[in-house]
């Protein structure tokens, strides 16, 4: 185990400058995509990557791996789309196999209410487009013959949506690939380095302080997830975030049963197979905000019970392990990205469960904003300013598990 | 009587080379070091110390092995005491395994789960997967006769 975390492997170790142009908050996928995008597009290299543990340590590296682009609203589904689009080529640019591999996404529904959300889905995906199909429960069982359409005996299937472009990536991949092609470039990303202050002058951003020294910045990026509200509360910037929890468990692994990602809209539990094997199943964040990643009991029996009454092959297979992650819940369930009321102060932020399928656009889009001045469109809705003017965009039904 | 009972520990993990764990010097604070395999161990602490042992065995290590990596797994754990005068009757309920000696612990299996079975005074620290910790409770209580004592 120790070797694939080594340092040494993927990472030279640099010091640590007492300045730089860039200095990057959290060394996540995230954080990594933005300064690899800044080295290779924009050739801003001057950038420092600050993480307070090991690389991928936080949400990057507890996710369920998924990405997709089947979201609900005019200015979610656009920037999911254009982040698919890279994920598909980002093993070549990054010069790094990230396992990514397309094998759709069929979501269950139980009830009518749920179908037509889903129908809705499916037009508005198609009107930008994004393939999202409606199936009927026929056409389920000829995909997936193991999906038991009377949910459980207690909740018959009545339709599902059907998204081909759903796919997967090896998330320990993703940040070892960012982090070394931003590396390869110039930057340097310190482990073990938690900022404990922000410098703030005149309300523009100077620098940040570590346990390991003070650094002056051109300008500071935070682009933690689960600490994001006490890191921006350091440069005196208050977020609208809840921090809550997402579990979700593997099995053992077995042989292949099953393609793609399959879940459920009403009972809020979804899974899939990795690539070794193992039956990985995740479920809606906990009903309550916390910063601890310590798994229950009560999470283990309540999604495999729901994971049953949908795919009841999985009632056989043997639990293996199961881990906890922090998501940064904002009020409509959309990232915030842009520059905060602090000048020079960025944030990308408010990640919930949606930082790691966006993370190769937030990265390239954060990255022009930074390196150019303009405000890319793509990720104009989501500025920081939109809850004080009341410009939100609601998407919590896309957002609420995978 | 045997009771079982929630207790709060801090469990830093130390992933590093063979030979530089050979030579670490255990850190202060009443840290119990466990080597759980050739390139990793495990320091159990009290919760109150688990921030200053991180910061020592990370001091202590990495002069050791530059690459040693030193983790807070404090949230991926349940400790659970198994205390009292028939402590060893009730574990021999849980587990075939024979009780460990003095400081030495053992790890396998406890009512069906991966555990660390460290000797107490008053017992045993049961060190499982966080969440196993209320079905190994639940286990003892049921199978081995202890009693529940919510701290």
Known sequence: MTGLLRHRTFLRRQELKPSYDVVIIGGGVNGLSLAHNLATHHGMTDVAVLEGNYIGSGGSGRNTQVVRANYNTPETVPLYKASLEIWRTLSAELDFNLLFSTQGELDLCHTHDSLEVERDKSLLNRAYGVQTDVLTPDEIAVMNPLVDLTGGGEFPIVGASFHPPGSFARHDAVVWGYASSATRRGVHIHEQTPVTGIAVVDGVCRGVTTDRGTIDAGMVVSATAGWSSQVAAMAGVRLPIVTMALQAFVTEPYRHVLDGLLSSMDLYVYVSQTARGELLVGAEVLPYPTYSTRSTFGFLAEAAKRTIQIFPVIAHARAMRQWTGLCDMTPDSSPILGESEVERFYLMSGMGTWGFKGSPIFGKLMAERIATGVMPDLIRPFAPDRFATDRMVPDAYSAGTH | ?151
């Open chain 2, 1 to 151: 009587m045997a009771n079982v009972q929630d207790r709060a520990v801090g469990l830093i993990e130390c992933a590093a080379s063979p030979k530089a764990l050979d030579r670490l010097i255990a850190p202060g604070h009443g840290a119990r070091m466990l080597r759980v395999a050739p390139d990793e161990a495990i320091a159990v602490v009290a919760p109150a110390f688990t921030a200053d042992v991180r910061r020592e065995l990370n001091d202590r290590i990495t002069a050791l092995d530059e690459d040693a990596l030193v983790l807070d797994v404090s949230d991926g754990w349940t400790g659970l005491a198994l205390i009292g005068a028939d402590a060893d009757r009730a574990l021999s309920y849980l587990s075939a395994l024979d009780p460990p000696d003095g400081d030495a612990f053992i790890q396998g299996d406890v009512a069906r789960v991966a555990a660390k079975i460290l000797r107490e005074p008053d017992g045993f620290l049961l060190l499982v997967p966080a969440y196993w910790g209320e079905h190994v409770r639940t286990r003892a209580v049921e199978d081995a006769g202890a009693q529940t004592v919510r701290s």
